[in-house]
């Protein structure tokens, strides 16, 4: 446990935040859906990513219907104006789909940056992400799911800006590690909402909602608004620590932190976190600002107040009045976590 070098903090070992997270409803796995694309453009090849949204058997055959932002086509990020020729979608354990021309359909006019994608080929294990042609509301919980540079699968959670305009969702942090991020999907507990518009560095994602283009859509991938309502991709809670001890040297007279562990189960992830102070004895600490979350810590600062600290007792320690004795601190942490389904 590292702490100001004027601050010592004894948090228990015990604690375990999350360590009895309910069972979550079991959901379609949105990795069966989200793949890596590969595209052609002259001489050079583009990362991006793709979304399975439907299947359609005909026949002997499965029709499979993708999603992705037609920046990987077009534009900057393909490099010309010109769509390219061909491309792969990859998957994992399976031989990798190729994308001719003729399967990538453009929208015409003022459409929104996206491409259907439509391909015969094996599903496999793929299982079809809902699309959502509804935009999250300011601070809604979301997350975008793709892949680090070495191809391991990432998923960062995010909260939708304020100020976010109609044609652009903004989330709250970066995906800097992410890798091919253009064409990733902005997930909300019901499905799709829309599709990264490109990786800019260390800044916060910017999404192109599916809202702008339903009709393009629905003309163009036949049986989505006959699906069956699909269980949540994921949950969301808040879970709270009750009265964890902070243990505050009594000479201490200025400021540090503390990094509090916190238990999560398979699936979970550490979407953000507040602290409070919760007894009136603790006249020593004047605030507790959350620095960070982590998936297995949450830091918290210590804003100690009074120059010199007001006088306290203690029982803590063999002797009350000893100066090296600690004061005890209530302080309560509340964890919004998120619960993916298992990877299967």
Do not use: W
């Amino acid at each position: 446990m590292r702490t100001h070098s004027s601050l010592r903090v004894l948090v228990p070992a015990a604690v375990a935040l999350l360590s009895a997270i309910p069972a979550p409803v079991r959901a379609a796995n949105h990795e069966h859906a989200v793949l890596r694309i590969e595209v052609v453009a002259g001489a050079r090849t583009i990362e991006g990513t793709c979304v399975l949204v439907q299947q359609e058997d005909r026949g002997g055959d499965t029709i499979l219907y993708f999603l992705s932002s037609s920046r990987l086509f077009t534009g900057a990020d393909a490099g010309t104006s010109a769509a390219p020729r061909r491309g792969r979608i990859l998957r994992e354990r399976a031989t990798a789909i190729d994308v001719a021309a003729s399967d990538i359909i453009f929208p015409t006019g003022d459409e929104a940056d996206v491409v259907v994608i439509r391909v015969a080929a094996a599903r496999g294990t793929l299982v079809p992400l809902s699309p959502v042609f509804e935009r999250p509301p300011p601070g809604g919980v979301f997350v975008v799911a793709g892949f680090s540079a070495d191809g391991a699968r990432l998923t960062v959670p995010e909260r939708v800006r304020s100020g976010s305009s109609i044609a652009v969702v903004e989330g709250d942090r970066d995906v800097e590690q992410l890798v091919g991020c253009t064409g990733a999907p902005a997930i909300v507990a019901g499905g799709m909402f829309g599709l990264l518009n490109g990786c800019a560095g260390n800044a916060a994602p910017s999404i192109t909602p599916l809202s702008l283009s339903k009709r393009f859509i629905s003309d163009h991938i036949p049986g989505l608004e006959t699906n069956v309502s699909n269980p949540p991709v994921f949950t969301a809670f808040t879970r709270s620590v009750s009265r964890p001890l902070l243990g505050v040297q009594r000479e201490a007279q200025q400021n540090g932190d503390v990094e509090v562990p916190i238990d999560l189960g398979p699936g979970a992830i550490a979407l953000d976190a507040t602290a409070s102070i919760t007894d009136a004895r603790a006249r020593h600490l004047a605030d507790v600002p959350v620095l960070g979350v982590r998936n297995h810590s949450v830091k918290l600062g210590l804003t100690m107040a009074g120059t010199p600290l007001p006088p306290f007792r203690t029982t803590a320690g063999p002797n009350p009045k000893d100066d090296n004795a600690l004061a005890q601190a209530l302080v309560t942490v509340h964890v919004n976590v998120l619960v993916l389904p298992r990877q299967d």
